[in-house]
């Protein structure tokens, strides 16, 4: 959410604890065998182990074993009307009327949403334009609804972008880096259209948008599960720019402590750990395996395990692992050292101690010397949960954290984005956001949780459309529209509709969803949270 733009509640235990008739029929769905469908080419995850750097080989074992046809994604389940479970709500109808009005065309093709489209604003900023992040959840509702084109559009333009020369302040960008945002201007004189594309000059702090290739490496994913077909992705432009964003992501500066050279509020969990995680694991899956795509992948598969080890080691926080902290003694040597960044545990924040259930845990933000961030970055463990950078232990921790403190993190307007928030009234960035819901839906899913996602759609449903789509909510609940939040913010809109198709049909989630590589799984010492 970085950038320029950026009391009435059930008790947890009678609410969440039993899991009502569609619950079990959601959990059945997920549950069903896969089926055997012809397609035009199989895309499914490549396993570490069948990609170790000694055993670099051919095709794919898994060729042949597919997520279903176009608009399917993956969890072979029945289609949503096989399941009649859900009740159409009033709110999707026109949630699709103002996403179709966000839409951009250049040369007349849809090419991506635009920010907001809030004609009572003040200042329209760059909102006018289209933003790699802020797509991502139009293109899963476009994808999810059996829209392709848009989203392929998006995809091959944005890469054409890629290869332009790019400078923020005289300093040459890397040839890797994909725009933050884009522009279609309409010259309705001359009938021409022309992009602009900003790659980081107009953003707060100029921040090169590092996480922008790595919302298309997701993205392209995505797009090749839901058609079930490899061809756009296995081009020769889509795997020199997949390479492309790699060379800059697996720089020595991204070696071993991504958090390096971010500033406070850009080391979120979810910029460089999390959504590098799912960016790599998602290249894995991509990447053709001639000379140059091999080379790749044997550097993906090192970073992965040491990545993947890195952050379920030392970012993983709970009751158990808090109270270890709370022990730590400083100033210690040699490889036998147990507080090996050297925490202070009198840095811990006191808020933490009451915050921490026994049963529950979530990654923290960042591990730096002396001090941690622990503060709960929502994106970056959903994400995480996604991606499979937690464990299926991690996993459960993540979600019984989230229904123990429903009222910090949820409160009135899914979702909190960072907890606790900015101190004061300043909540800009620290609020409630509700393109989050997505996100969240996603996680219960593949949790096994859909109640809790159910919950924080109702929640969002009584609201959201009614003060008109804003981009976030103030207060420590979430009650307040945002003091600076734009309305008819597109990522909100298109947030909930991917919620609600999640919900409906499950099977979507094998377009954002990674499951665990046993290659990859720790030999960790049990938290306590995982035993409750």
């Known amino acids: 959410m970085e950038g320029t733009r950026e009391p009435g509640m059930r008790s947890v235990g009678s609410y ?22 012809e397609r035009k080419r199989s895309f499914d995850e490549r396993s570490l182990s069948d990609l170790s ?23 072979n389940t029945p289609s949503s009307s096989a399941w009649n479970s859900f009740e159409p709500h009033p709110m999707v109808a026109d949630a699709w009327d103002a996403l179709r009005k966000s839409m951009v065309y250049f040369r007349g093709q849809p090419l991506g949403t635009l920010a907001a489209v809030d004609h009572a604003a003040e200042e329209v900023l760059n909102y006018d334009q289209v933003f790699v992040r802020d797509f991502v959840p139009s293109a899963l509702a476009f994808l999810m609804n059996g829209e392709h084109d848009i989203v392929q559009n998006f995809l091959l333009k944005t890469l054409h972008l890629q290869g332009w020369e790019k400078k923020i302040d005289r300093f040459k960008l890397g040839e890797g880096a994909m725009p933050a945002s884009f522009k279609v201007l309409h010259d309705p004189v001359r009938k021409t259209d022309t992009l602009i594309a900003d790659f980081g000059e107009s953003a707060i702090g100029r921040v090169a948008p590092v996480d922008s290739g790595f919302w298309w490496i997701i993205l392209l994913r995505a797009y090749t599960k839901a058609t079930g077909d490899s061809s756009l992705a296995e081009t020769s432009d889509c795997q020199k720019g997949i390479r492309l964003i790699l060379s800059l992501c697996l720089s020595e500066g991204f070696d071993t402590f991504p958090t390096l050279l971010c500033a406070d509020g850009c080391s979120m969990i979810d910029r460089r750990m999390a959504l590098f995680f799912m960016a790599l694991r998602s290249a894995l899956a991509l990447l053709k395996q001639d000379t140059e795509g091999k080379e790749f992948i044997e550097r993906i598969v090192k970073r992965l395990h040491a990545l993947s080890y890195h952050m379920r080691s030392y970012f993983w926080l709970d009751f158990r692992q808090l109270n270890d902290i709370y022990r730590y003694k400083t100033e210690e040597y040699s490889h036998t050292a147990v507080n090996k960044f050297n925490v202070i545990p009198d840095s811990i924040p006191d808020w933490i101690f009451d915050f921490m259930p026994k049963r529950g845990g979530y990654f923290v933000g960042n591990v730096s010397p002396a001090r941690m961030d622990f503060r709960w970055f929502a994106l970056g463990n959903c994400v995480a949960i996604l991606s499979s950078l937690a464990t299926p232990e991690q996993a459960t921790a993540v979600m019984d954290l989230i229904e123990a403190r429903w009222e910090e993190l949820v409160g009135e307007m899914p979702l909190k984005i960072c907890y606790p928030a900015i101190e004061g009234h300043d909540y800009h960035n620290g609020g409630s956001w509700p393109v989050l ?8 899913i593949k949790t096994g949780r859909p109640q809790i996602a159910r919950r924080a759609i109702e929640l969002t449903e009584s609201r959201l459309q009614k003060d008109g789509w804003p981009e976030y909510y103030d207060g ?4 307040y529209v945002g003091k600076q939040a734009r309305k008819f913010q597109t990522w909100s809109i298109a947030g909930y509709l991917v919620a609600k198709m999640l919900l409906e049909d499950p099977s979507h989630l094998g377009m954002i969803s990674l499951e665990e590589d046993k290659a990859m799984k720790p030999l960790l010492r049990r938290s306590s949270s995982w035993t409750c």
Do not use: E, M, Q, Y
Not at 63 to 68: A, V
Not at 437 to 444: D, E, F, G, R
Not at 476 to 479: F, M, T
């Open 437 to 444: 819901l997505w996100l969240l839906t996603a996680a219960c």
């Open 53 to 75: 750097i000694s055993n670099i080989r051919g095709p794919d074992p898994l060729d042949g074993i597919h997520s279903p046809g176009a608009g399917r994604s993956g969890f």
């Open 476 to 479: 420590k609940l979430g009650r």
């Open 16 to 37: 969440c604890s039993v899991t009502d008739a569609d619950d079990l029929s959601l959990l059945r769905l997920l549950d069903k065998p896969k089926l055997n469908i």
